[in-house]
């Protein structure tokens, strides 16, 4: 087997396995682990030992420590998977606060698509995702002055909070550096990019 997909599998497992890392992290791991075994049969089930982050001046996301050593690819399977179960129905028989609490990224119109891909490049990588198919007059509603003379639509309310709640998930497995002595250098783990497309195509967030 080759030795990139064995350190890779056996990072995932050990976070799926970890009983210190969130339930939420802990099924995306295993959704991600079931995916790897789908494509390339059972998997060794070695754990390496863990590598301490060299944290520093640096702000870490809640779940960057518990991520630190796998990929980024893996990081934004794990993003794409707990975006997919956040759009799930809550389940039948779940308790009456549990139904009626509103989730932005459930309650999304029909027709919103969310998706996530990851892009390497020299020195870094970045992890895009993208809301698309949105209705103007749901996504929108008003303009703001953003400069003399300049003014952009206003996002909604709801449409606000479907933004906000995915760049939560996507900045949880992040952390940024303090770059204030080094000015040309942003210290990241990805760059991080959320994108709102309407229905009609007009692109409103980057």
């Known amino acids: 087997m080759d030795e990139k997909l064995r350190a890779r599998a056996a990072k995932v497992r050990a976070v799926a396995e970890d009983s210190r890392v969130p339930d939420g992290l802990r099924e995306a791991a295993r959704d991600r682990l079931a995916a790897l075994e789908e494509r390339h049969g059972p998997l060794p089930r070695e754990v390496p030992p863990p590598r301490q982050p060299a944290i520093g001046r640096r702000v870490l996301g809640e779940k960057a420590e518990a991520t630190w050593d796998l990929p980024t690819g893996d990081v934004a399977a794990l993003i794409k998977a707990e975006i997919r179960a956040a759009r799930q129905p809550a389940p039948r ?6 139904v009626a609490r509103h989730n932005p990224i459930r309650d999304a119109p029909k027709g919103t698509r969310i998706t996530v891909h990851h892009r390497q490049f020299t020195g870094n990588c970045a992890i895009d995702v993208t809301i698309r198919g949105v209705p103007l007059d749901w996504a929108v509603d008003g303009v703001e002055e953003v ?3 300049r003014t952009r639509r206003r996002l909604s309310e709801p449409c606000g909070a479907l933004v906000d709640a995915v760049t939560a998930i996507s900045d949880a497995y992040n ?6 002595l080094v000015h040309d250098f942003v210290d990241v783990r990805f760059y991080s990019h959320v994108n709102l497309y309407t229905a009609c195509g007009e692109h409103l967030v980057t």
């Open 175 to 180: 952390w940024r550096g303090d770059n204030t």
């Open 93 to 98: 028989g779940a308790a009456p606060d549990a």
């Open 147 to 149: 400069g003399p003379g």
